[in-house]
């Protein structure tokens, strides 16, 4: 019996693709002449690497299996354009991806050569990103395309200038896409780690954008064309647009997204000649299709950033799989997504800003309950698809989860502050990564504090980033502690206090607890006090 057991096993793993070392790259699935006819090759240039060095594309793009741009070829388009504006300041950070590659950044800016942390001067700073993800090329190469278009129309950078600080970092994730994967080199999602940060990279940039703190962040990606919802749909869209939904940021910021710059975005691109409309996943059950937009988890990037209290986008372009199918269009759209969103905030910089600055002022100061949970509103709407047996884009019902604005599941009262011992020392690098100034207890704690205790606990039943997830209830109370000193104290007084609101509340979805950082069982008290 054991000899037939372990020959069916050797049978299985001699036929399963194994995702191994700088070998996870997906297979080619490149449109039909049908639905090919839907994305013609736009007219006009694009100043980027892919596109004005052709002869440095690889003939590994066409299959899917290597970047039209590297890191290298990155970094030097990067320098070249420092060395032609003075406006433009490459860096390279004192940290690297996780292969030891530069990951470097441009500062733009008239006044100064690089960020200065906790600026206080009365002009937008905005963050623009590509290449988390190592196999969506059209991210990173409309950020550089971006660049170019700002060096090669003096006019229109120094106007936004005038206005604005930037921060550009290109190429998140150089190792992915040294290997055009998905993953970081070690197969962790470099967009799913924005709560927890068990990867140093992910702790680096994310410490080095909370030292610019911008007003604004935009996150470059591509979705997969070939999704199929339905049985014979797949997405229409050139591009998918969301703003940051995470309800414990201030409406009046996440109003900002969703209707001066979503619904420009929305305009201008359809102006243009594409599709267009909000990110969604789905998933089918024969011929029915649920759809979901992005919620309020901060595991990935843009609404990480979000809890910040500033505006923040997803852009995705129509790519994953194509190979170098459409390129030129997914970065066409990808670049004039960009461009909007510099746009919108250069011509209404007084209203974002004053809007931003005085609900940062309001959050800080304000008694609002936090958003411990909340979920999707079931909605029923209809969306374009891409009919893949006709080649048609037609209209299709579909149950849609719709978090603009989620609905409201749990709240709980504002804290003053989180107070744990130093025991949970690394819980407390943790949130300083995030951008949460953390004390140190000079002296014993005693007083009195609110407890959570674990009425459930439930475990996923397979790993997410290796993981098992735990979802928990709990029943408050309280009693007199004693912390003693080098315990850790955390004030919900800053602006960064919402990254301690869904990380220490435990039954949010990004929590400690629910990533089982923090393990609790039934019955047992959660270690992190509240102080109200």
Do not use: C
């Not at 441009?106 to 937008?124: F, I, P, Q, W």
């Amino acid at each position: 019996m054991m000899r037939v057991t372990l020959s069916l096993a050797l049978f299985w793993i001699s036929h399963v693709t194994a995702l191994g070392y700088a070998d996870r790259q997906k297979t080619p699935l490149k449109d039909d002449e049908k639905v090919a006819a839907l994305f013609p090759t736009p007219e006009g240039d694009l100043i980027s690497p892919a596109f004005l060095f052709p002869h440095t594309v690889p003939e590994g793009f066409a299959n899917n299996s290597a970047p039209p741009t590297d890191s290298v070829t990155s970094a030097s388009f990067l320098k070249l354009l420092a060395q032609k504006n003075p406006w433009i300041n490459y860096h390279e950070p004192d940290f690297t991806s996780e292969e030891g590659r530069v990951i470097p950044y441009v500062y733009l800016s008239k006044t100064r050569k690089d960020y200065v942390e906790g600026s206080s001067d009365n002009k937008l700073r905005i963050w623009i990103q590509g290449g988390t993800h190592g196999d969506e090329p059209a991210g990173p190469q409309s950020v550089l395309a971006l660049l170019g278009k700002l060096n090669d129309d003096k006019k229109w950078a120094s106007s936004v200038l005038d206005k604005a600080d930037l921060l550009v970092l290109p190429l998140y994730n150089p190792d992915g896409t040294q290997y055009f994967q998905r993953e970081l080199v070690t197969g962790f999602d470099g967009n799913r780690d924005h709560a927890l940060l068990q990867r140093k990279q992910t702790r680096d940039v994310k410490q080095l954008l909370n030292r610019f703190n911008p007003h604004i962040s935009h996150d470059a990606h591509e979705y997969t064309a070939w999704n199929r919802f339905g049985g014979n749909y797949i997405k229409s869209h050139d591009l998918q647009f969301s703003a940051v939904k995470n309800p414990n940021i201030r409406p009046e910021i996440r109003s900002l997204g969703e209707r001066l710059f979503t619904d420009t975005v929305y305009s201008t691109v359809r102006k243009a000649g594409y599709r267009t409309g909000p990110y969604f996943t789905g998933t089918t059950s024969g011929s029915a299709i649920t759809l979901t937009e992005p919620g309020s988890s901060s595991s990935g990037g843009h609404n990480s950033w979000g809890l910040g209290q500033r505006v923040s986008f997803l852009a995705e372009t129509r790519g994953i799989r194509l190979g170098d199918q459409h390129f030129k269009r997914r970065v066409t759209t990808g670049l004039l997504a960009a461009e909007t969103v510099l746009r919108v905030a250069t011509e209404n910089k007084d209203l974002i800003y004053n809007t931003i600055e005085d609900a940062r002022r309001e959050f800080i100061n304000g008694n609002d309950e936090i958003i411990v949970v909340d979920k999707s509103r079931v909605t029923k709407i209809d969306i374009d698809l891409i009919d893949v047996t006709t080649g048609e884009v037609v209209d299709v019902p579909v149950t849609f989860n719709n978090n603009t604005p989620s609905d409201v599941v749990l709240t709980r009262r504002r804290p003053e502050a989180y107070i744990f011992s130093g025991a949970w020392s690394d819980i407390a690098e943790r949130l300083r990564a995030l951008g949460l100034k953390v004390d140190v207890l000079e002296s014993d704690f005693y007083g009195t504090v609110e407890t959570l205790v674990a009425t459930n606990v439930s475990l996923a039943t397979s790993r997410n980033q290796g993981i098992v997830q735990a979802t928990v209830g709990t029943k408050p109370g309280t009693r007199i502690v004693r912390i003693p000193a080098g315990g850790f104290r955390v004030s919900t007084r800053q602006q960064n206090a919402a990254y301690a609101f869904i990380t220490l509340e435990p039954e949010n979805v990004s929590s400690f607890v629910t990533t089982n950082t923090i393990s609790l069982e039934v019955g047992e008290e959660y270690p992190v006090f509240r102080i109200v």
